[in-house]
């Protein structure tokens, strides 16, 4: 990220995520997998996709889902500041 101040980053897109199922036991469940982004450690903006049904349990029937994130600010990264994104997925009824 050197040489950082004064420019702008490009708008984060979606992120793609691939999601299947460990066991049977939760064919008939909904997921709702949410993204962060974060800098420093610290989460500056979220994406979250809603009821996502129909993961299979075959590794090659991968359920491929976007997740789309708000604004972000950018007027805040320097250089030297470390970028992650954090994958967490929440079950639903």
Not at 9 to 26: F, S
Request: charged letters at 20%; a positive charge.
């Amino acid at each position: 990220m050197s040489g950082l101040v004064g420019k702008s980053l490009a708008p984060l897109g979606p992120v793609t995520v691939w999601l299947r199922l460990r066991n049977n036991d939760d064919t008939r469940t909904c997921f709702d997998p949410r993204v962060d982004f974060l800098r420093n450690g610290v989460t500056t903006a979220t994406g979250e996709a809603k009821d996502i049904r129909g993961i299979a349990r075959n590794p090659y029937l991968l359920e491929e889902v976007a997740v789309t994130f708000g604004s972000i600010s950018h007027n805040q990264l320097n250089s030297g500041n470390v970028l992650s994104l954090r994958m967490l997925t929440k079950v639903t009824t």
